[in-house]
């Protein structure tokens, strides 16, 4: 059971397009995570978040958590092909458990 | 490379065989983890380890499976009569001490297909 839902489950855009993914959840997490796996390989780190209300910016990828620390957002503009991935999030438990959601496929066609 | 290391990268094994697959974390981080994947789903949490000290295993972690951490260096997480339902990408993460104890960061994955 994913505590964590995300939306959509698939999205797919032209290059140069702009996209959100969205992360909620009931829960408050101390922290939240943004993965991007591709297929055959391990999730890696996009970010961390830690402070509701909180927005960071990774070149063209912002990453905003919820005033509540419940929700989290991924916008990247001007999308480019190499961000084609799966996008994860994953929520914070206590100090060591990470629970994850079930991802947004994301497909930028060239 | 210093990133997290995880061997074999696929397993093909027959139902009611035992399996063993071994992570190689970021050297300086204390902290390990084992997740397991599915096919249209997040990891899942399964067990972790601060140093050799296995502390928390999920109750997806039934009898037939068993981690080790000795030393508080690799680990290995061996699955023991795999069932078809065992098949799935078993990944490992590390991370640093508590206070940086969730950016984890994931091996390539074992990618188990039991047949």
């Known amino acids: 059971t994913q505590l964590l839902e995300q939306s959509p489950q698939f999205l797919s855009i032209q290059e140069g397009e702009n996209l959100t993914v969205y992360c909620n959840s009931s829960?408050?997490?101390?922290?939240l995570q943004w993965y991007r796996q591709e297929p055959g390989e391990g999730p890696v780190l996009l970010v961390t978040?830690?402070?509701?209300?909180e927005v960071k910016k990774l070149k063209r990828l912002t990453f905003q958590f919820g005033d509540a620390r419940k929700d989290s957002s991924l916008h990247i503009t001007a999308a480019q092909p190499g961000d084609t991935g799966l996008y994860l999030c994953?929520?914070?438990?206590?100090?060591?458990?990470?629970?994850f959601g079930a991802g947004t496929t994301v497909t930028v066609r060239a | 490379d210093t990133g997290v290391s995880q061997n074999p990268r696929h397993k093909i094994t027959k139902r009611g065989q035992n399996v063993t697959f071994r992570c190689d974390p970021i050297?300086?981080?204390?902290?390990l983890y084992w997740y397991r994947q599915t096919l249209g789903q997040g990891p899942e949490f399964l067990t972790y380890?601060?140093?050799?000290?296995?502390?928390?295993k999920s109750r997806l972690l039934s009898d037939r499976f068993s981690a080790e951490r000795p030393k508080g260096s690799f680990s290995t997480l061996e699955i023991q009569r795999t069932e078809q339902g065992d098949s799935a990408m078993y990944l490992c993460?590390?991370?640093?001490?508590?206070?940086?104890?969730?950016?984890?960061?994931f091996g390539q994955g074992t990618r188990l297909t039991v047949v």
């Open positions: 978040v830690v402070t509701g209300g």
């Open positions: 829960s408050v997490f101390s922290s």
């Open positions: 994953a929520g914070g438990w206590g100090d060591y458990k990470l629970s």
């Open positions: 993460a590390s991370s640093l001490d508590r206070f940086r104890a969730l950016e984890a960061f």
């Open positions: 380890f601060q140093n050799e000290a296995q502390l928390e």
């Open positions: 050297s300086e981080h204390n902290r």
